[in-house]
């Protein structure tokens, strides 16, 4: 694999030295797959060829336009071809090592194109749809509160902050010049929206007993002592279709995969005999 990067990398560099020029061509359509865009001692390179290449997740280049990338592709797969040519000439592809991993890349391929295809006819529209329902059905009602907080080290700080307040003067500036949370402190002390579970226990308790817009005593947790300000309350929104469609769509992906596997195992004759090695049990805590 040091080789595969170092081919990629050279090609990178290549483009990063023509960048201006490359960034000034037109987008052209895209040829036919079988369209040769070049020979590399009479062995083609064709359309088809930078497609499977450009589907290879480390060929990734974040920032890179796709023309760009297409430049890139093609001299990397000259590199590649030539050094193919020349492992052939070595007869590396004869050694029982090469044999082994091109079968076990064979399997691997076959496997992931297989699964890919069953999964796309299972991530339907409808399956998805069908899916968000029932979710949805069991979700619960739950609270939700907007607030935000000051923290500070002594209960007598927690005290003389908290009577400011009271007596008028703005949460959020006195947070902005007090709180030592530096993760809501530029904020005014905002916390945003949290469900009950998401705070350490004395705090959510004095939080969801507040009524919106109340402030609170201090309260001490492991952190220190805290003022609370309620700023809102409601039930939280259910997430709409949309908002959980691309988490749907990957659940019933690898939820079809695993079935299918699971199937073929149950369906096939397995052995394994006494030179296989045995799997350790997992360590307790």
């Known amino acids: ?47 088809g060829d930078l497609a499977v290449a450009a589907d290879d997740p480390a060929l990734s280049l974040p920032g890179v336009s796709d023309e760009q990338k297409k ?15 020349a492992a052939e000439k070595a ?17 691997k391929l076959l496997l992931d194109e297989y699964l890919e295809r069953e999964a796309k006819k299972a991530v ?30 002594s209960e007598a700080e927690a005290k003389k902050i908290a009577g400011r307040i009271k007596g008028g003067e703005d949460f959020a500036k006195v947070a902005a010049e007090t709180s030592k949370d530096p993760g809501s402190k530029a904020e005014g002390g905002d916390l945003g929206w949290f469900t009950k579970e998401r705070m350490v226990p004395a705090f959510a308790e004095a939080a969801f007993k507040l009524d919106a817009g109340k ?52 369906q096939a004759k397995i052995e394994k005999t006494d030179a296989a090695p045995k799997a350790e049990e997992p360590k307790k805590p």
């Open 1 to 47: 694999m040091q080789t595969f990067s170092l081919l990629w990398r050279t090609a990178a560099l290549a483009l990063g030295l023509a960048l201006p020029a490359a960034a000034q061509t037109n987008q052209a359509p895209s040829p036919a797959p079988d369209t040769v865009v070049a020979r590399v001692n009479g062995a083609p390179v064709t359309a």
């Open 71 to 85: 430049g890139l592709l093609v001299d990397y797969m000259v590199d590649l071809k030539l050094g193919a040519q």
């Open 91 to 107: 007869k590396v592809g004869e050694s029982p090592d090469f044999s082994r991993k091109l079968a076990y890349f064979r399997d």
């Open 124 to 153: 339907t529209p409808e399956a998805a749809r069908s899916l968000y329902d029932e979710t949805v059905k069991t979700l619960k009602p739950e609270e939700e509160v907007h607030a935000r907080h000051i923290l500070v080290e």
């Open 215 to 266: 402030v609170s005593d201090p309260v001490k947790t492991q952190f220190g002592w805290h003022v609370i300000k309620v700023e809102e309350k409601r039930t939280k929104p259910v997430p709409s279709f949309d908002e959980m469609k691309e988490q749907i769509d990957t659940y019933l992906t690898r939820k079809t995969q695993q079935d299918i596997i699971t199937k073929l195992r149950e």
